[in-house]
């Protein structure tokens, strides 16, 4: 049986009004705010993998009573529903209010090794964060944040879970172009698991409305139960804070080098979706790398800026770190000190990419002289329009001795663009052979260490697009097939081969395979 410790709404301060209404919350981080049920809730996928991790038995999580939980229907002994309340940047532009508009917690649950899982119901409708929207999410965005969480989690990939995905039998009304064609598409539910869902914009929304008193208590709450080991150091608050500060700055730039490493474009990198434990979070319009181009962004709402495009992520998390910093800046005795944590960013996104591609590409360690090499690769990735995944797997198969072309040939997109750039690659394959052979290592040993970084399967739009395509038309099984095959994506998995297919010429410009929108 589940034990629930909601601290959160335990020790922070909550919303004296209970009316389920917009309105801006002030002097309180939460507010106290019932799931609308569903008609028909159907559980139609569900994480076997998270479910054991929370110690729920597979019976309990099917049953009437959980599943009528997992829709929003019903409430479990021991949970208790809430919003919470955070602002945040939006595309550079501070957007103030924000907070849970489509997502209500139902409470921390706690495991028998005392492990914490916040579970939140996204898409459970309206609370006072809803500002004009409904609260609601459609069947394909709830399949997609669903199947990737579960594929990053499985990649190593820091990531928020998710528990369960249940249809609820009514339609939700999206434009999902903002070009005035609303559609009723099938709703559902996520429900969302993470150690803590606090995000950046948790602190810069107290800090600008001034006040100190609610931001020093979520802060001071945050350390003591997201980041305990530093609640426990002698410390004064002001090099707590600093060192705390410099916590997330290291685990935002391991995510960030993990995004990199495995081709995920987040896409919508606002300080709200910026968590406080560097997990990936809120899956929207993110898309993975096919061919590899480092402005491109699956967000058609980004097109013209492109300031979430693939090649600015690391960018763009240092750009948030400062807003946050600015915002703790206004609790910190000295706020010089927040700006040399923010050099860990630095420090540690240098570190965390040299260790990640000298893996990538088969180098026992990185040489400061590698970075040439590296970057000649993707200059050529980028012009030979080269399938990213593809490449770092074909390439660990090169046989030292007898370097081939051919072996890279399916990584391309088109046989023109291989033929036109096959002098390059060859020249460059040569470089890497000679470079390579100086680590004088067992084949065995470097093929072993490229593959348990270069994924073999990831969840390609497409992929996920033709398994929303069959669950829309009725028929969930594909979603259960590419949750188990994303299970072992570093694996080679014998009649699987399908879904490591590059994106098929129909997928090129299609809607959800190669562009989404925020409304996703
Ligand atoms: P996102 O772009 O998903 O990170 O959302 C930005 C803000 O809009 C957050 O405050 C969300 O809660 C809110 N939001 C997005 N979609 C909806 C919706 N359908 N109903 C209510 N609020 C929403
Ligand atoms: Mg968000």
Sequence with gaps: MLHFDNRLVRELPGDADTRNQPRQVLGALWSPVMPTPVVAPRLIAWSRDLAHEMEIEERDLTSPAWIAALAGNALLPGMTAYATCYGGHQFGSWARQLGDGRAIFLGEAINS??????????????????????????????????????????????????????????????????????????GAVVCRVAPSFIRFGHFELPASRTDRPLLSQVVNFTIARDFPHLAALPMTPDERLARW?????????????????????????????????????????????????????????????????????????????EQLAGALSFIAADPDELAQALARYDEVLTAEFSQAFAAKFGFAAWRPDDAALVEDAFTLLHEGEVDMTWFFRRLAWTDLQAPDLAILKDAFYSEKSFDEHAADFAAWLSRWVGRVLTDNE???????????????????????????????????????????????????????????????EWARHKAGCSMLSCSS
């Excluded at 474009?265 to 993110?286: A, E, K, Q, R």
Aim: hydrophobic share 40%.
């Design 113 to 186: 090794a005392g492990q914490r899982f916040e579970m939140q119901l996204k898409g459970a409708g309206p609370t006072p964060y809803s500002r004009r929207a409904d609260g609601r999410a459609v069947l394909r965005s709830s399949i997609r944040e669903f199947l990737c969480s579960e594929a990053m989690h499985h990649l190593g990939v820091p990531t928020t879970r998710a528990l369960s995905l249940v249809s609820t039998g009514e339609t939700v009304v999206r434009d999902m172009f903002y070009d005035g064609h609303p559609v009723a598409e099938p």
């Design 245 to 321: 500060f410099g916590e997330v700055c290291e685990r935002t730039a391991r995510l960030i080098v993990h995004w990199m490493r495995v081709g995920f474009v987040h896409g919508v990198m606002n300080t709200d979706n910026m968590s406080i434990l560097g997990l990936t979070i809120d899956y929207g319009p993110y898309g993975w790398v096919d061919d590899f181009d480092p402005a491109w962004t699956p967000n058609t709402t980004d097109a013209d800026g492109r300031r979430y495009c693939f090649g600015r992520q690391p960018a763009i998390a240092r750009w948030n770190l």
């Design 442 to 504: 067992p084949v065995g040993v470097r093929v072993a260490r490229m593959n348990a970084v270069n994924p073999r399967y990831v969840l390609r739009n497409y992929l996920a697009q033709q398994a929303i395509d069959r669950a829309e038309r009725g028929d969930p099984e594909m979603i259960g097939e590419l949750l188990e095959v994303l299970r072992h994506p570093y694996d080679e998995q014998a009649g699987r081969e399908a879904f490591a297919a590059k994106r098929p």
